[in-house]
């Protein structure tokens, strides 16, 4: 079969993803600033969720800080526990269940 380079390009725009000026770290000033002079309701459109993305992606960050402060805490809790276990009884000797 052969590939009709036209097509080809076409399915590869088409593909493309998409780049939307409220997703973090897209801030395009130049899109931004068109879209205030031309479309005011649609560059506030934006604008709010840009600042709704960008609440997001901080709450995100501190939820996986929180959940590694707490692997940390039990990673330490656990390493006491083992330091206690292995004080208790010398390394190399078993005990019958």
Known sequence: MKRDPVRVEIFKRESAPV???FTPGSV????RGAMYRKA???YQWCENSRQTCQ???D????ALKA???????VR???EKQ???EQTKRPIGTFEHV
């Open 55 to 57: 609440r997001w992606h």
């Open 82 to 84: 083992l330091q206690r």
């Open 28 to 31: 395009e000033l130049t899109v």
């Open 59 to 62: 709450e995100k960050i501190t």
């Open 40 to 42: 005011p309701q649609l």
């Open 76 to 78: 330490e809790q656990l």
């Open 19 to 21: 780049k939307l000026p």
């Open 67 to 73: 959940a590694e402060e707490q692997a940390r805490a």
